[in-house]
């Protein structure tokens, strides 16, 4: 089926043809049409338009308002203030629109795919091997998730990766420590879980640190163990595999918990560019992009200074022979685009992380590997608050454990679903208070800007009242309720209706679904959806006050209204879906 061409789109082309046939010159030029809350549109494009043609922008306006055709779609237009149009659609229009939407045979709600798509490598949720995930490691998780969700719906091919730290000083440590204690790791039977195999990681770890703090021999064979995994040597890679197995189980149980679908084949690891960073140097030293300073290999920047007004190079590596983070990054880049084909790279990556990006990015630029058709982009993000505005702790100081917060939030939002059960039975309640608090949880993180910092309030997060995905979901629930009270009785579209003008502002919002997709997709910016979610839900809350459905005056009625219910609800189920979240048929 062909995308539904939505009604801002139908009006704006009207008025482009209008302001056209008025102003010969104005061929082309965009009539700026947005909502309005005097009518359902305004056009503010007649004022530029105006001051350069040297004419009356009133008189323009009353130009094009002549050459408007009303009837079809656009209802009314008048002149307005100095200059402004205000447009008012039919109701017919609306109700057609979201019929043709809602006869989308791909359940797509007319949302079009793009017809050039190209390939986004996005790199998210990149926890370390051997450690527990923290607070910290959220906001990666959820937001690269649901740029995933909006990419892959616009019809982008984009490969996922997850640059999970794998590679470093620690696992010789971690390595000779297991090597002379074997059965460290060993499981007790054959199904490990994800906090049994954290639990075995930690001790480990723990223990490995006491010895490698207080022995120097220890220490002394531990660093020579660094050289001999630099080095490829079998067993001593083969010990280290056991670690990323060992955190694997541990990634995969947190990740099924965030009700996240991570794979094995998109975890590429630091350790998966070992092979390439001696080339990466050399292309970068040959080029003369990077040069020899006291012994390492530097970029520098002009721009960069550190306090004491000298340049602060990126040291691709160091003056022992050793590898920086810069050296595996250029080469993921390297990766990306020669390897996978990608035109653009996206990075959800903590906003601290923004120089060195800033200058890797800039390194690839002048080794020739990003250019105008190859595009990097940081998606940085803000910090996760604690509610009295400071960096999320626990009472002793620690950072909080990711799965000890998402445990909390579940049992939180099973009171919430608990209190307000009807005919649900335990394992039910269990299956929706996971649904609605990690739902909670995601909501919370993706309505506010992705660079922004934001407090974490479990108490606000599983609020029914409130920008809060809890009355999303409820919203979703209790139209499914009224769909399936009303039995027999289909819904069914009836252009033919006058419609209130509850109505009329709940189908004006449904329709603005795909330019929202588009808009929330293109900028990497899921809060436009959850800005957008938010308000269908509440328009939908104002409808139901004030449009009895079941009891509506004629049968005809009946079926409009379950038919705007029955749209809105497709359309939160699929927004919910762009951002990670489920909509229970039941709460």
Same mark, same amino acid.
């Given at each position: 089926?062909?995308?539904?061409?939505?009604l801002?789109a139908?009006?704006?082309?009207?008025?482009?043809?209008?302001?056209?046939?008025?102003?010969?010159e104005?061929?082309?030029?965009?009539?700026?049409?947005?909502?309005?809350?005097?009518?359902?549109?305004?056009a503010?494009?007649i004022?530029?338009?105006a001051?350069?043609a040297?004419?009356?922008?009133?008189?323009?306006?009353?130009?094009?308002?002549?050459?408007?055709?009303?009837?079809?779609?656009?209802?009314?237009?008048?002149?307005?203030?100095?200059?402004?149009?205000?447009?008012?659609?039919?109701?017919?229009?609306?109700?057609?629109?979201?019929?043709a939407?809602?006869a989308?045979?791909?359940?797509?709600?007319?949302?079009?795919?793009?017809?050039?798509?190209?390939?986004?490598v996005?790199?998210?949720?990149?926890?370390?091997?051997?450690?527990?995930?923290?607070?910290?490691?959220?906001?990666?998780?959820?937001? !690269?998730?649901?740029?995933?969700?909006?990419l892959?719906?616009?019809?982008?091919?984009?490969?996922?990766?997850?640059?999970?730290?794998?590679?470093?000083?620690?696992?010789?440590?971690?390595?000779?420590y297991l090597?002379?204690?074997?059965?460290e790791?060993?499981?007790?039977d054959?199904?490990?879980?994800?906090?049994?195999?954290?639990?075995?990681?930690?001790?480990?770890?723990?223990?490995?640190?006491?010895f490698?703090?207080?022995?120097?021999?220890?220490?002394?064979?531990?660093?020579?163990?660094v050289?001999?995994?630099?080095?490829?040597?079998?067993h001593?890679?083969?010990m280290?595999?056991?670690?990323?197995?060992?955190?694997?189980?541990?990634?995969?149980?947190?990740f099924?918990?965030?009700?996240?679908?991570?794979?094995?084949a998109?975890i590429?690891?630091?350790?998966?560019?070992?092979?390439?960073?001696a080339e990466?140097?050399?292309?970068?030293?040959?080029? !003369?992009?990077?040069?020899r300073?006291?012994?390492?290999?530097?970029?520098?920047?002009?721009?960069?200074?550190?306090?004491?007004?000298k340049?602060?190079?990126?040291?691709?590596?160091?003056?022992?022979?050793?590898?920086?983070?810069?050296?595996?990054?250029?080469?993921?880049?390297?990766?990306?685009?020669?390897?996978l084909?990608?035109?653009?790279?996206?990075y959800?990556?903590?906003a601290?992380?923004s120089?060195h990006?800033?200058?890797?990015?800039?390194?690839?630029?002048?080794?020739?590997?990003?250019?105008?058709d190859?595009?990097?982009?940081?998606?940085?993000?803000?910090?996760?608050? !604690?509610?009295?505005?400071?960096?999320?702790?626990?009472?002793?100081?620690?950072?909080?454990?990711?799965?000890?917060?998402?445990?909390?939030?579940?049992?939180?939002?099973?009171?919430?679903?608990?209190?307000?059960?009807?005919?649900?039975?335990?394992g039910?309640?269990?299956?929706?208070?996971a649904?609605?608090?990690?739902?909670?949880?995601?909501?919370?993180?993706?309505?506010?800007s992705?660079?922004?910092?934001?407090?974490?309030d479990?108490?606000q997060?599983?609020?029914?009242?409130?920008?809060?995905?809890?009355?999303?979901?409820?919203?979703y629930?209790?139209?499914?309720?009224?769909?399936?009270?009303?039995?027999?009785?289909?819904?069914?579209?009836?252009?033919?209706?006058d419609?209130?003008e509850?109505?009329?502002?709940?189908?004006?919002?449904?329709?603005?679904?795909?330019?929202t997709?588009?808009?929330?997709?293109?900028?990497?910016?899921p809060?436009?959806?959850?800005?957008?979610?938010y308000?269908?839900?509440?328009?939908?809350?104002?409808?139901?006050?004030?449009?009895?459905?079941?009891k509506a005056?004629t049968?005809?009625?009946?079926?409009?209204?379950l038919?705007l219910?029955?749209?809105?609800?497709?359309?939160?189920?699929?927004?919910?879906?762009?951002?990670?979240?489920?909509?229970?048929?039941?709460?």
């Amino acid at each position: 089926m062909a995308p539904v061409t939505s009604l801002t789109a139908s009006v704006n082309q009207r008025l482009a043809t209008a302001l056209a046939s008025a102003l010969p010159e104005a061929d082309g030029v965009d009539p700026l049409l947005r909502r309005s809350d005097r009518a359902d549109y305004q056009a503010n494009g007649i004022l530029a338009l105006a001051k350069k043609a040297k004419a009356n922008p009133r008189e323009l306006a009353t130009q094009v308002v002549a050459q408007v055709t009303t009837g079809d779609v656009i209802k009314d237009v008048e002149v307005s203030g100095p200059g402004f149009l205000n447009i008012t659609v039919t109701d017919k229009a609306i109700t057609e629109n979201l019929a043709a939407r809602a006869a989308d045979a791909e359940g797509r709600l007319g949302v079009p795919r793009a017809e050039h798509p190209g390939t986004t490598v996005i790199d998210y949720a990149q926890p370390n091997v051997a450690k527990e995930m923290h607070v910290g490691h959220l906001r990666s998780a959820v937001i !690269g998730d649901s740029v995933v969700q909006l990419l892959e719906f616009t019809g982008e091919n984009v490969v996922r990766r997850h640059h999970i730290g794998d590679w470093g000083t620690q696992f010789g440590m971690l390595i000779q420590y297991l090597d002379e204690h074997p059965h460290e790791l060993d499981h007790k039977d054959a199904q490990v879980t994800g906090e049994e195999a954290m639990s075995n990681l930690d001790r480990l770890y723990k223990a490995a640190r006491k010895f490698f703090d207080s022995d120097e021999e220890f220490k002394t064979r531990a660093r020579r163990r660094v050289v001999d995994l630099q080095a490829g040597d079998p067993h001593t890679l083969a010990m280290w595999q056991k670690f990323v197995d060992e955190s694997k189980i541990y990634f995969f149980s947190v990740f099924e918990k965030l009700d996240m679908e991570i794979r094995d084949a998109d975890i590429v690891g630091e350790s998966g560019y070992n092979d390439m960073l001696a080339e990466t140097c050399r292309l970068l030293e040959d080029s !003369g992009v990077a040069v020899r300073s006291e012994g390492a290999l530097c970029v520098f920047f002009d721009d960069i200074k550190g306090p004491d007004g000298k340049p602060v190079p990126l040291i691709v590596q160091k003056s022992d022979g050793g590898y920086g983070y810069a050296a595996t990054d250029l080469s993921a880049i390297r990766d990306r685009v020669f390897n996978l084909k990608a035109n653009s790279l996206i990075y959800v990556v903590d906003a601290r992380q923004s120089l060195h990006f800033k200058m890797v990015f800039e390194t690839a630029r002048r080794a020739g590997w990003l250019n105008d058709d190859v595009k990097a982009y940081q998606l940085a993000f803000g910090t996760v608050l !604690g509610k009295d505005g400071k960096p999320f702790k626990t009472r002793e100081g620690e950072t909080v454990r990711l799965v000890d917060l998402l445990d909390e939030a579940i049992d939180r939002a099973s009171a919430v679903v608990r209190e307000k059960a009807q005919d649900l039975s335990e394992g039910e309640i269990a299956e929706r208070g996971a649904q609605v608090g990690i739902g909670a949880v995601k909501y919370a993180d993706l309505s506010t800007s992705a660079n922004r910092d934001y407090k974490f309030d479990l108490d606000q997060m599983v609020s029914l009242n409130g920008d809060t995905s809890v009355y999303l979901q409820y919203a979703y629930a209790r139209i499914q309720s009224i769909l399936r009270k009303a039995g027999e009785v289909r819904p069914a579209a009836h252009p033919e209706l006058d419609l209130h003008e509850a109505e009329r502002a709940l189908g004006l919002h449904v329709d603005a679904f795909a330019e929202t997709v588009a808009e929330a997709a293109t900028e990497y910016a899921p809060h436009k959806m959850t800005a957008y979610l938010y308000q269908l839900a509440s328009l939908y809350t104002t409808f139901y006050d004030k449009c009895p459905v079941l009891k509506a005056e004629t049968p005809a009625q009946v079926e409009n209204r379950l038919f705007l219910c029955d749209v809105t609800a497709r359309t939160l189920h699929q927004g919910m879906a762009l951002l990670g979240i489920r909509t229970p048929e039941r709460l």
